[in-house]
């Protein structure tokens, strides 16, 4: 019996697959915009969001997707009394969202166990799971699309985009609920914890090669494949969590990049003398 023929893999990869291609898409932006550290703040807020969802019965990918939108909502609105201050907003957000998570889980009312949320698993996807990622996965990447041309300019320049006419306020609105959807889609397998490495590393990795905007993209995505593949097989033959594994291995492969950067730099500059 091989590895594909569990259903539990077959659903891991499925929704591997997804989270492969959403998230650097989506980290991509993060990363031009110098707004990384947005991922980590709603990936805890993702954890709140889980810890609702058991509490009231209701799906924990949807009770992460809400809440993280509405922390992702929160976060934009801030924006306007704290102008100079993006870390004090990501601070408030995240105590918010931890003090949330905390008081829930330490309440003893949670009638199921959120830890594999935390740390990612393999065995916890379900078929009601792959319905909703593979829904919110569609709609994110439609809604990128739609809106390609307006995020790269206001990744490049915000205050210039403004003045090109473009609803700067309502496009970073719907930035955040799709930062939201790829935070609640990946939960599931690479866990709260380590969830931001996902959005940014492959994005990372990426940069180094220093190509255009579109090559950037897809190499990523690359990365991002990679990177998911390889810590999803190999973290159930070690039987460890896939989300800290994954995180690993998207480690390695940014440091095996730098050094092939390295070493071309150096054969370049030996052949030039």
Do not use: W
């Not at 041309?149 to 473009?166: F, L, N, P, S, T």
Request: net charge positive; aromatic share 10%.
């Amino acid at each position: 019996m091989t590895i594909f023929s569990y259903s539990f893999m077959q659903n891991a990869i499925f929704v591997s697959v997804f989270i492969s291609i959403l998230c650097p898409c989506i980290g991509i932006f993060l990363v031009l915009r110098r707004y990384s550290m947005i991922g980590d703040t709603l990936s805890h807020a993702s954890l709140a969001g889980v810890t609702i969802g058991l509490l009231t019965g209701q799906n924990p990918i949807l009770g992460a997707f809400i809440f993280t939108s509405i922390c992702g909502a929160l976060i934009e609105f801030l924006r306007s009394y704290f102008k100079k201050h993006t870390d004090l907003i990501l601070s408030i957000v995240l105590s918010l969202s931890v003090g949330t998570a905390i008081t829930i889980i330490s309440s003893g009312k949670l009638h199921a166990n959120a830890d594999s949320f935390m740390f990612g698993s393999i065995l916890t996807v379900t078929r009601l799971d792959m319905i909703m990622i593979l829904v919110l996965s569609v709609i994110s990447v439609l809604t990128l699309i739609l809106l390609y041309h307006q995020m790269i300019y206001i990744a490049y320049d915000e205050e210039a985009a403004k003045v090109a006419g473009v609803r700067v306020r309502l496009i970073n609105y719907i930035f955040s609920i799709l930062v939201a959807s790829a935070i609640s889609v990946s939960i599931r397998i690479v866990g709260v914890l380590v969830l931001s490495s996902m959005i940014s590393l492959p994005v990372a990795t990426a940069l180094q090669l220093e190509k255009g905007f579109k090559l950037t993209l897809i190499f990523s995505i690359i990365f991002s494949v990679t990177d998911i593949m390889l810590g999803l097989f190999i973290s159930y033959y070690l039987n460890v969590a896939p989300g800290g594994f994954t995180a690993l291995v998207s480690v390695a492969v940014l440091v095996l990049v730098l050094l092939g950067k390295k070493l071309h730099s150096v054969i370049c500059t030996a052949q030039n003398k």
